[in-house]
């Protein structure tokens, strides 16, 4: 059985920080391109960051281009959100997804996704 577990969500005050966890198990860690979608009140899902596996290449949305980094520890097979900077904007469920080899825009193509980690920025 596929698990994708998030962790590390919760309050903080604007311009803080917070460090998502994703650990991930019953797949190949390798074969998968682990990734984030977020989904804030009222609104749809949309792609975050993706760490793909066709490049070993970070891919992010330009909304949070120099705010977010990704990052993946191979050996522990979790992949990892470094959020600075954050704006109540960005108080969403963030989601931890994995999708074969390529990175995804798409939700309906996402292969797993976690339960969901929720982040709070207060003004």
């Known amino acids: 059985e596929v698990q994708l577990v998030e962790s590390g969500g919760g309050l903080v005050q604007a311009g803080g920080s917070l460090r998502l966890s994703c650990a991930t198990s019953?797949?190949?860690?390798?074969?998968?391109?682990i990734g984030w979608f977020r989904q804030a009140p009222g609104k749809g899902r949309v792609v975050v960051s993706c760490?793909?596996?066709?490049?070993?290449?970070?891919n992010y949305a330009d909304s949070v281009k120099g705010r977010f980094t990704i990052s993946s520890d191979d050996m522990k097979n979790t992949v990892y959100l470094q959020m600075k900077n954050l704006e109540p904007e960005y108080t969403a469920v963030y989601y931890c997804?994995?999708?074969?080899?390529?990175?995804?825009?798409?939700?309906?193509?996402?292969?797993?996704w976690g339960q969901g980690t929720q982040v709070t920025v207060a003004s």
């Open positions: 760490f793909s596996r066709s490049d070993g290449t970070p």
């Open positions: 019953g797949l190949t860690f390798d074969d998968y391109a």
């Open positions: 997804v994995a999708h074969a080899v390529f990175c995804t825009t798409a939700q309906r193509a996402v292969d797993y």
